[in-house]
């Protein structure tokens, strides 16, 4: 297990995963997080996509409240998806280990926005972890295990686009343990935050968080560089490696423990050079704590609060350099695959005159030249209830134009709340939803999901979902299965159809990713 190997940070993570006896990890896959349960699978864990992260995180509870160890994975946006059970458990804790990794994306590389989820670990008030390469995926993920057995708390593991997908040479070495057998102690007092509970257990995990934070200060998590008294650096995640290659000659302060910080260690650190500077990727999170503790550091300018860091750009940092940044060589823009089965339903949404609520994934991209056919796309889930809330507020004719268009995935992962809504509340016009069965999650990795019939390593099978029934149980009462490519002209006949009409409608536009269709029979071999 001592062996020098190569990995991403992703892959380290899964195997600290496996080597502490992780009974379950569960997840929804999201760039850049997405190949950590994987990985976890073929090394032989046991490994689940839940139909979204509040499952996710929920059944990861489970696991860890009956005794267990749970890691669950995410996207940095998949976190708001599961913040109900993430805030509350914060205050309960469970007896077995809880990790949760949430995979941020400065830059956008894949996501709608790049928030920083640094500010849940405060706001919740969970200990966090932040590595800054491979061999820190490992440990920290090892180290996040053991804080949860101490204290009994869920663990947020922070990490980056460059994090996950770097690759660098780590050693494996932590001795591998079984996976924990189960077992359930009643305490109701710890489990059911009810308010009487909840305030006691809100003292106590702010006692636990001071008790933490004491143990940071003793510089367990930390790295520091004793270079030059003229210049000093706190930096955290990836930024610290820039900063190495940037600043050579200048001290540095690496907290591995990003909260609670270790404010006093840092404290000195600031007051031992004649200038201190707070590089950090995203939000001013760690400069802002210690502003507040009265600290006396600099902060980034503002201009290098959007987007990836690099080294280039933390030079500019620490020399103050203000001035217009070189503007990035264009990329080739997104596109949907030639022989996507989405393009003709774009087209057809484009020559109609389509309003388009849009979601999250492949089709997004209809967005894109030159079907130029989507109008708004906010979060998971959301085109329907979007789509309804327009038609509810437009005029006749604009509002029988409006058309929700979602994936088969994102159905599953929270579309369906949305078809309720749409029953429920439905508008005067009716409404129209259009779902995007590519029969994968496609945009993320050509993931299984509910719809597919198959578990996470592709060939175990499984209760195969189905659309039409879920939609016919709710109350749907106009649904329609059409190919758009091979039946083009009879998806427009149904679509000015249903787009005339009073009722709320339901077209399934079914066809495979041809990806996803040649893997399938790599995976049926």
């Given at each position: 297990?001592?062996?020098?190997?190569?990995?991403?940070?992703?892959?380290?993570?899964?195997?600290?995963?496996?080597?502490?006896?992780?009974?379950?990890?569960?997840?929804?896959?999201?760039?850049?997080?997405?190949?950590?349960?994987?990985?976890?699978?073929?090394?032989?864990?046991?490994?689940?996509?839940?139909?979204?992260?509040?499952?996710?995180?929920?059944?990861?509870?489970?696991?860890?409240?009956?005794?267990?160890?749970?890691?669950?994975?995410?996207?940095?946006?998949?976190?708001?998806?599961?913040?109900?059970?993430?805030?509350?458990?914060?205050?309960?804790?469970?007896?077995?280990?809880?990790?949760?990794?949430?995979?941020?994306?400065?830059?956008?590389?894949?996501?709608?926005?790049?928030?920083?989820?640094?500010?849940?670990?405060?706001?919740?008030?969970?200990?966090?972890?932040?590595?800054?390469?491979?061999?820190?995926?490992?440990?920290?993920?090892?180290?996040?295990?053991?804080?949860?057995?101490?204290?009994?708390?869920?663990?947020?593991?922070?990490?980056?686009?460059?994090?996950?997908?770097?690759?660098?040479?780590?050693?494996?070495?932590?001795?591998?343990?079984?996976?924990?057998?189960?077992?359930?102690?009643?305490?109701?007092q710890a489990n059911v935050m009810v308010p009487a509970n909840a305030r006691k257990a809100h003292r106590r995990l702010r006692a636990d968080l001071a008790a933490m934070?004491?143990?940071?200060?003793?510089?367990?998590?930390?790295?520091?560089?004793?270079?030059?008294?003229?210049?000093?650096?706190?930096?955290?995640?990836?930024?610290?490696?820039?900063?190495?290659?940037?600043?050579?000659?200048?001290?540095?302060?690496?907290?591995?423990?990003?909260?609670?910080?270790?404010?006093?260690?840092?404290?000195?650190?600031?007051?031992?050079?004649?200038?201190?500077?707070?590089?950090?990727?995203?939000?001013?999170?760690?400069?802002?704590?210690?502003?507040?503790?009265?600290?006396?550091?600099?902060?980034?300018?503002?201009?290098?609060?959007?987007?990836?860091?690099?080294?280039?750009?933390?030079?500019?940092?620490?020399?103050?350099?203000?001035?217009?940044?070189?503007?990035?060589?264009?990329?080739?823009?997104?596109?949907?695959?030639?022989?996507?089965?989405?393009?003709?339903?774009?087209?057809?949404?484009?020559?109609?005159?389509?309003?388009?609520?849009?979601?999250?994934?492949?089709?997004?991209?209809?967005?894109?030249?030159?079907?130029?056919?989507?109008?708004?796309?906010?979060?998971?889930?959301?085109?329907?209830?979007?789509?309804?809330?327009?038609?509810?507020?437009?005029?006749?004719?604009?509002?029988?134009?409006?058309?929700?268009?979602?994936?088969?995935?994102?159905?599953?992962?929270?579309?369906?709340?949305g078809l309720v809504e749409l029953v429920y509340n439905p508008p005067k016009t009716g409404h129209v939803v259009i779902v995007l069965d590519n029969s994968t999650t496609?945009?993320?990795?050509?993931?299984?999901?509910?719809?597919?019939?198959?578990?996470?390593?592709?060939?175990?099978?499984?209760?195969?979902?189905?659309?039409?029934?879920?939609?016919?149980?709710?109350?749907?009462?106009?649904?329609?299965?059409?190919?758009?490519?091979?039946?083009?002209?009879?998806?427009?006949?149904?679509?000015?159809?249903?787009?005339?009409?009073?009722?709320?409608?339901?077209?399934?536009?079914?066809?495979?990713?041809?990806?996803?269709?040649?893997?399938?029979?790599?995976?049926?071999?």
């Open positions: 297990m001592n062996d020098r190997m190569l990995a991403s940070g992703n892959e380290a993570i899964a195997m600290a995963a496996f080597d502490c006896g992780v009974n379950l990890g569960a997840g929804y896959p999201g760039t850049p997080s997405s190949e950590i349960l994987d990985e976890f699978s073929k090394l032989g864990g046991t490994a689940e996509w839940a139909p979204n992260e509040k499952c996710a995180l929920e059944v990861g509870i489970g696991v860890a409240e009956g005794g267990g160890r749970s890691i669950v994975t995410m996207k940095h946006v998949g976190l708001n998806v599961a913040a109900d059970p993430l805030f509350t458990i914060a205050y309960s804790g469970t007896p077995g280990g809880l990790v949760i990794v949430s995979a941020d994306d400065p830059g956008m590389a894949s996501s709608q926005n790049e928030q920083d989820n640094r500010r849940y670990a405060r706001a919740a008030g969970i200990p966090m972890f932040e590595p800054t390469d491979t061999q820190e995926c490992y440990d920290y993920t090892v180290a996040a295990f053991e804080l949860a057995d101490r204290y009994r708390a869920p663990v947020l593991l922070r990490l980056t686009t460059r994090v996950c997908h770097s690759k660098c040479v780590f050693v494996r070495n932590h001795a591998a343990e079984p996976p924990r057998r189960g077992s359930y102690t009643k305490d109701a934070q004491a143990e940071n200060e003793q510089g367990k998590y930390s790295v520091e560089v004793s270079k030059s008294k003229d210049l000093g650096v706190i930096a955290s995640g990836i930024a610290y490696q820039h900063v190495l290659d940037a600043a050579p000659e200048a001290s540095v302060f690496k907290p591995g423990m990003t909260y609670p910080l270790p404010v006093e260690a840092m404290r000195r650190f600031a007051a031992s050079v004649k200038r201190c500077v707070v590089v950090e990727e995203g939000d001013p999170v760690m400069y802002e704590a210690l502003r507040i503790a009265g600290i006396a550091v600099e902060n980034k300018p503002e201009m290098y609060r959007f987007g990836e860091l690099n080294v280039a750009r933390v030079r500019r940092i620490i020399a103050g350099d203000v001035s217009p940044e070189p503007a990035p060589v264009p990329g080739k823009p997104p596109q949907l695959c030639p022989g996507c089965p989405h393009r003709k339903s774009f087209e057809a949404l484009r020559d109609l005159g389509c309003i388009v609520a849009g979601d999250i994934g492949c089709y997004t991209l209809g967005v894109m030249p030159p079907f130029s056919a989507m109008d708004i796309s906010v979060c998971m889930g959301a085109s329907i209830t979007v789509g309804v809330g327009m038609r509810k507020v437009l005029p006749e004719a604009e509002a029988r134009r409006v058309v929700s268009v979602i994936g088969d995935s994102t159905f599953w992962h929270s579309g369906i709340n496609a945009m993320t990795g050509m993931q299984e999901h509910p719809g597919t019939g198959r578990k996470l390593d592709h060939v175990t099978p499984a209760t195969k979902l189905s659309i039409e029934k879920a939609a016919e149980g709710i109350g749907i009462k106009n649904i329609d299965i059409v190919d758009t490519t091979a039946e083009n002209e009879r998806f427009k006949e149904i679509l000015k159809q249903r787009l005339a009409s009073d009722e709320c409608s339901l077209i399934i536009a079914r066809r495979s990713c041809i990806i996803a269709l040649a893997k399938s029979k790599q995976y049926a071999k």
